[in-house]
């Protein structure tokens, strides 16, 4: 039997129908992503760029039958896949080995910080658009608020934003108690986080310090850069406090979607994080009341409740 060496992505696309088109993007320091353009059949009334979140790829976004590609597709919105260095369908770089340590040595930072610029700015050149909006999920959405508050330029490039189930304040999370544990007993665990999250020290769709910097969040309460302890905090911050990402530089349009059942992104943290983004043009939160996390990525109610809900406000 010949192996089908075509990604997930590539054979969801040809499952669906879609008209596609594949890049390769390149970051600043070296990171290479893989990019898909979906193109609408009749004419183009925007662009918008998907972003996926923890140990996800572009195919998290094509699994339901009723997709949030293809609403946007049938609406007339040129849709594009993102992929992060970290991503399931794969990534590379120019000098260093996919399964090096030092590859991996990144957390959610750099993907919004570098990921995320550059496939936004490939986007919009490859377009031709002066300005595209964004839709990410969970980490995808955090990584989008670094981008916009370490990068604040980009707020200038980007429309409006729709992040889903953005996991960004995670002070009232169901595994916020989980993460206090494994800080405790950390000293007499024989597994590393990322064996005790995983079940697998091989690095896979995520990178230790993805985990541990959401573990900061969780224990924090805040949305902080990564902490490396106050010692290195000091050189690498000039404080040994580690910061706060500053939110109040998102100055674009926001509509957070939120799970009414959610237990890892908590209701009341999407509020709070709805208050902290004070100088948007625009807040808006949107409540689904029965999803769950995962659920706005595979369960069948997204297709038919959020994502309508995720387009209405991309095409108007």
């Known amino acids: 039997m010949k192996l089908d060496s075509r990604s997930r992505t590539e054979r969801y696309v040809e499952r669906h129908g879609i008209t596609s088109e594949f890049y390769n993007v ?25 972003q996926h979140g923890l140990r ?6 094509l699994l339901l039958n009723q997709n949030l590609p293809l609403q946007l ?36 930072h750099e993907i919004g910080y570098y990921d995320l610029a550059a496939m936004v700015d490939f986007t919009m050149a490859a377009s031709g658009s002066e300005r595209i909006q964004v839709v990410a999920f ?26 889903l189930a953005p996991a960004v304040l995670l002070s009232n999370s169901s595994y916020t108690v989980l993460a206090a ?8 665990l024989p597994w590393s986080l990322q064996r005790f999250v995983t079940g697998k020290d091989e690095f896979f769709g995520n990178s230790q310090k993805e985990l541990e910097h959401l573990q900061h ?10 902490d490396y302890g106050s010692k290195r905090n000091r050189a690498v911050y000039g404080t ?14 926001v509509v957070l979607h939120y799970g009414g059942s959610d237990r890892v992104v908590h209701p009341r943290d999407v509020l709070r994080l709805s208050r902290k983004l004070a100088n948007c043009a625009n807040v808006e939160v949107m409540r689904h009341k029965r999803m769950r996390h995962l659920d ?21």
């Open 26 to 50: 390149t970051t600043e320091d070296g990171y290479q992503l893989k990019m898909f353009r979906l193109l609408p059949k009749g004419e183009r009334r925007g662009v918008v760029l998907l």
């Open 181 to 188: 544990l494994y800080v405790t007993f950390k000293p007499i």
């Open 240 to 253: 040994s406090k580690v910061p706060e990402y500053p939110l109040e530089k998102v100055t674009c349009p």
């Open 56 to 61: 996800e790829s572009s195919a998290s976004w």
């Open 217 to 226: 969040l969780m224990l924090s309460g805040r949305f902080v850069e990564y």
């Open 296 to 316: 706005f990525m595979t369960r069948k109610d997204a297709a038919l409740d959020v994502y309508p809900a995720v387009v209405d406000r991309v095409v108007r």
């Open 73 to 108: 597709l049938e609406r007339g919105i040129e849709v594009w896949l993102g992929n992060s260095r970290a991503s399931t369908e794969g990534s590379s770089h120019k000098s260093l080995d996919r399964s090096s340590a030092e590859f991996w040595s990144f957390s959610f």
């Open 138 to 163: 969970s980490e995808g959405a955090a990584a989008t608020l670094i981008l916009l508050s370490k990068r604040p330029a980009y707020n200038e490039k980007i429309s409006q934003l729709n992040l």
